[in-house]
């Protein structure tokens, strides 16, 4: 159930990233991607 909902609010976050363009790197783009690396929902699906 853990990863169920780790999954569902990673899904969610998603839509942060909606306005990135790939051939862009901006900070906020770079703190988002470092911010969903660092989550505890990526963490839960990682460790299942």
């Known amino acids: ?3 169920k909902n780790a999954m ?3 899904d969610e976050l998603s839509q942060d990233f909606s306005f990135c363009k790939p051939y862009q790197s901006t900070e906020r783009t770079k703190g988002l991607v470092r911010e969903f690396l660092n989550s505890s929902q990526l963490s839960i699906v990682q460790n299942s």
Do not use: T, Y
């Open 8 to 10: 569902e609010e990673i």
């Open 1 to 3: 159930m853990d990863v």
